[in-house]
């Protein structure tokens, strides 16, 4: 087979930011590289390595690094700035070491594919004469958005209702990531956006994950600048184009899903007729916020299947659980992407993670949208204005979506005409993925690209 022809020609390492939503796509792409001759080796914190729940089976090799706080991870640093300064520095620190390391055996590295939240890899990259790939796990619309920021082309504090860059829609303010909306309120983290483009002019390429048909404008305006590759959706291969035998899930979990008691209770349900919920690893509603999803939920009358995590389960309604017993079913974790590709869903009410966005388009599910930071709020208005496989539920002045809007976009998404629509468009972008992913797509002209210069590095 070719691609044991090309086997053991090329080292990478990947190194994602120390996040579900930040490892997940970048260990999808490294079983997509691994899958065309490259060796792969994927490097998580200390702390992680000791928390994640892994396959044993993976082709994928694993290795770790010192954050700074090997004991506690982000946690222990007390704050983000804390965190992101310690894990720079001794992060490189300990990143060189394992080059080093590496560099020893009978396959040294060839290059380095890092997350674009932690621009020093790169640096250390060149170091040792290795190649850099920079990965961005946001869609090419936010990075874009980003980069405007970053350059000083979109100045702040912003003025005015809206907001127009090239090759993207007409924004209102609200609807930007809420570091440039809400610029000043979280000071790390912007400072973590702007600091993706530090030296990525720097890189030798620039590998989005999102594909062609759906961002064609901005890709094509951003292609100007860089080399730049769209190689996803990075979902797992038998969720979309099933070339890669086997591949089912990510393979690496911080939380332990419920995935027996999910999928039969799911099994029992009719086709369609279940809201799936879920804000995500991080969001934290507040206690007002959680009693308007419930009542919306209870009101609706809908089969729901909500996912609270633990630290999340005392803000819930008193007597909720049993009051909706027959209907519902909460747990503090699950198997997303099998849910979502079960026939009893009917609609995904979701933060808009940019994440959770590229597994309901890939699988067919229309989405209700209410998304609570970071890059959520324009995640949002392309799910509902531009791909159309969604809408949003708005909130009110005090910044909370009630019940009453809950109810009734569910019951628009399940029942109405607008629903109908929303399913059309669905399938039509999950098939366009698939196609983009499939064999000479074109998310797989690109990987094949990115593959062939690195062998004839």
């Known amino acids: 087979m070719a691609e044991e022809n090309k086997a053991n020609k090329a080292h990478v390492l990947i190194l994602p930011y120390p996040g579900q939503g930040h490892m997940n796509p970048m260990l999808q792409f490294a079983k997509r590289l691994v899958s065309k001759g490259v060796k792969a080796t994927m490097v998580t914190t200390i702390f992680l390595s000791n928390s994640i729940l892994s396959d044993p089976t993976s082709s994928i090799d694993l290795q770790s690094i010192s954050d700074g706080f090997d004991e506690g991870g982000f946690a222990q640093a007390g704050s983000p700035d804390a965190y992101l300064s310690t894990f720079r520095s001794v992060g490189s620190q300990s990143l060189a070491s394992l080059i080093k390391k590496l560099g020893d ?3 040294p590295l060839d290059a380095i594919i890092y997350d674009s939240f932690l621009p020093w890899a790169l640096d250390v990259a060149r170091q040792f004469g290795l190649l850099g790939a920079v990965f961005f796990t946001q869609s090419c619309a936010v990075n874009s958005i980003n980069y405007h920021v970053s350059e000083g082309l979109l100045k702040l504090p912003l003025e005015g209702p ?12 609200s609807e930007l990531p809420s570091v440039v909306y809400l610029y ?13 483009f530090s030296n990525v002019d720097a890189a030798d390429w620039v590998l989005v994950n999102t594909f062609y048909e759906l961002e064609k404008e901005v890709v094509d305006w951003m292609s100007e600048i860089w080399k730049l590759g769209t190689v996803g959706p990075t979902i797992p291969s038998m969720h979309l184009d099933r070339r890669l035998e086997g591949n089912n899930d990510y393979g690496m979990n911080l939380f332990n899903p419920n995935t027996d008691t999910c999928m039969n209770w799911l099994n029992g349900k009719p086709n369609g007729s279940v809201v799936y919920v879920s804000f995500g690893s991080l969001a934290e509603l507040g206690v007002e916020e959680m009693a308007e999803i419930a009542w919306g939920l209870k009101v609706s009358n809908c089969y729901f299947l909500w996912v609270v995590r633990e630290s999340e389960e005392t803000k819930l309604p008193n007597n909720f659980k049993e009051e909706t017993g027959e209907k519902g079913l909460m747990v503090a974790w699950c198997p997303q992407l099998d849910v979502l590709a079960h026939d009893s869903v009917g609609c995904f009410l979701t933060h808009c993670g940019y994440n959770s966005v590229l597994e309901a388009l890939c699988l067919g599910v229309p989405m209700l949208g209410m998304p609570q930071w970071a890059d959520q709020a324009t995640n949002a208005k392309h ?28 019951k628009e998404l399940m029942e109405g005409e607008r629903g109908k629509e929303v399913k059309e468009n669905a399938n039509k972008w999950k098939n366009l993925a698939r196609d983009a992913t499939d064999e000479g797509g074109s998310s797989d002209k690109n990987i094949d690209e990115f593959v062939a210069k690195l062998l004839d590095a």
């Open 105 to 107: 055996t009978d396959f």
């Open 184 to 196: 000043g309120s979280y000071p790390a983290w912007f400072d973590v956006i702007v600091n993706q």
């Open 162 to 173: 809206n907001v127009s860059l090239p090759g993207l829609p007409l924004y209102k303010v």
């Open 383 to 410: 799910v509902e204005e531009i791909w159309g496989i969604g809408i949003r539920a708005f909130h009110d002045e005090k910044g909370i979506v009630r019940g009453e809007i809950i109810q009734q976009c569910i």
